[in-house]
């Protein structure tokens, strides 16, 4: 999976059923997408939170990418949205160890935040990156992933929904990788007593749910 920044709670239900993630830095920026942006609880309602880029283009890949200046400002912002919040204290210092990363490269940077949730979170795959995975550089697509698949010696590939119309099972089958997506259930939970908002960071996650609370959430998917 590409990295993305503070990812919905489905992007880690997809980390806690595999044994290795392989972050998927050498494809090229998207955007408008979720690489470097995500959506938290602000006045009852999603508010976009964004991680300033440098040099972000479509042609240039993930790993090619920097990181703006602007995580005290989002610092900011998340403390003002959910001070109150029943698990503020141990959520935010999550958050805030993930901003103060000092790498300087887009991609390491929100590998190493997606990390620090995934330890909060009780999580620990073998990760990788795709850029270090020996392949055919020409590859593309459904090819580079079964690349990468081969290389690592899988014999499971599983990705969240949107990757159904993208990859072909009797491909796979024909390589020996079996094929599988993440179909996360909805969930709920309470938000500061107000109609509940699905579908935010893991960020909300946390701020909301205790270990234990999490972990349960984190087993609400399918997999088929």
């Known amino acids: 999976m590409q990295p993305y920044f503070f990812p919905y709670l489905g992007y880690f239900q997809l ?8 972050v998927f830095d050498d494809v090229n920026y998207i955007r408008r997408g979720w690489i470097s942006r995500n959506a938290i609880l602000g006045g009852g309602a999603p508010q976009r939170l964004t991680l300033d880029t440098v040099g972000a283009s479509q042609n240039r890949p993930i790993a090619e990418v920097g990181v703006g200046a602007n995580r005290e400002k989002l610092l900011r912002t998340i403390r ?26 887009l991609a390491r940077f929100l590998a ?48 969240l ?14 390589r020996g990788v079996a094929l599988s997506f993440i179909r996360p259930r909805p969930v709920a939970y309470p938000q500061f007593g107000a109609p509940f908002v ?19 959430l984190l087993q609400e998917y399918n997999l088929a």
Request: with cysteine.
């Open 80 to 105: 003002q949205n959910y001070a109150r919040a029943p698990q503020f204290t141990a959520a935010y210092a999550v958050v805030e160890a993930a901003l103060g990363v000092r790498e300087t490269g």
């Open 198 to 216: 699905p579908n935010l960071s893991i960020i909300d996650v946390m701020m909301f749910n205790d270990r234990e609370q999490c972990a349960r």
């Open 112 to 159: 190493e935040g997606l990390r620090l949730v995934c330890e909060h979170l009780g999580l620990n795959p073998r990760w990788h990156f795709s850029s270090a995975v020996p392949k055919d550089p020409a590859l593309r697509g459904q090819d580079k992933v079964l690349s990468l698949c081969e290389s690592l010696g899988a014999k499971q590939y599983i990705n």
């Open 15 to 22: 980390i806690r059923a595999v044994d290795a993630f392989v």
């Open 161 to 174: 929904p949107g990757g159904e119309a993208l990859y072909d099972r009797d491909a796979f089958a024909r």
